[in-house]
């Protein structure tokens, strides 16, 4: 059970706090605008309407007590800025921050700040790797251009085998899981018949990987 | 290779045009702002600027030729819904967008828009989970409680074995990956002794991943 600090209650920072609150852990929440503060303050460890601008503001919320504090402002760039220097000479341990630009990232970055996020960014790669692979459910980069994804079998192989499915690619991937219905079954044999309504959760190359895909679905 | 349109070029729709471009789909790019316009042209197949509620501009863009179309508006509620409308009529193939609140949402979803997405909202998910689980470099749901993580050995961990860390976990978790530098094992032997320098991917039930982790830093 961790103490965090979230300074910015908008979509990103709200929800961040809510998760952080419903993974166990004590949340610090601000913002200077007085709804995104009480649409949250029942949830919040503590919450505080501050403009962080404001150091003598900021230095009241024992901020430096927390493991981790994050930036959650984007659109004001001094705001963020001015934060992140407040928060390094009150004594805050680890700083994460979201930026809006190319520019904002470089900035924090030399601040020291340990993380800088992008949320649109970083969804719009998602969602472009959602639109080009449709029927990966999910997937995890594994570096080295190996990834780890997750399809689901369609119905119409009901009754072959990965090994009938895919001969060639056997040495280039590695089954790791089945999931049929409520059943996960880990490094399943690859001649076993499948029924169709499988979802399979398969490492390989990103090479491997496109070639099969299209075998499965 | 697919094509796909983008209406609306702010940061999530741009960086998800330009993903898509480096996959080498087809993208048209459309935005009322001429700047977002422009700073994307050389790279879009075609981009326009046009108003997207006004439906004859909006098909004068042959939209219907593409596989998926993703509305990427979020501030101005009314743009997005009316747009998503006049794509309909259009016959758009399928439809995507963005979405800035719990009722945009539901207004969305009853429009029949295949997928729906928030990307402050996501994004919060994890950068929440990164903060819970800091030895977790990268994870991805499996269902079921079940999940597949990667994780940092800890260099004291040198010499000694996964079956040696961990004796009470063994059953409760699989171990798929081993990483170290440039080889990638599969289904390694959880004998094996570690150098401390690798990392490794586990599949396991949150309860148990929970349990092992820390003993693995
Ligand atoms: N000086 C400040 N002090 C405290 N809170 C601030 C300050 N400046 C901005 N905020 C708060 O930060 C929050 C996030 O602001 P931002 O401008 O990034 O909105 P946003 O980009 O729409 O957020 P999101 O995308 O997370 O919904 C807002 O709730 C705002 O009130
Ligand atoms: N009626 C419209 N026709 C065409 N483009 C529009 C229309 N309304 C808004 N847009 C464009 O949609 C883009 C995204 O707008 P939005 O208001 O969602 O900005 P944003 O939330 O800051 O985006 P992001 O978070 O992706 O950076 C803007 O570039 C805007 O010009």
Redesign the pocket.
Known sequence: MAQFGV?????????TSLELLDLGHEVIG????EK?VDALAEYLTHAAI?????EKALKELSLEECDVVLV?????LQ??L??VLHLKSIGVKEIWA?A?SKEHHQILSKLGVKRIIH??EEMGIRVAQALNYPMVNEYMSLGHNWYCVEIDVNEDLNGKSIEDILPDDLEHFHLLLLKRRDEVTANPSTSVKLEGNETLVIAGSLKALKSMAPKLQ
Request: negative net charge; hydrophobic residues 35%; aromatic residues 4%.
């Open positions: 300074i910015g209650l908008g979509r990103f920072g709200a929800r601000v913002d200077s605008d995104s501050a403009d962080v601008t404001d959650a402002i984007g659109e004001d705001a963020s001015l934060c979201k809006t949320p649109e």
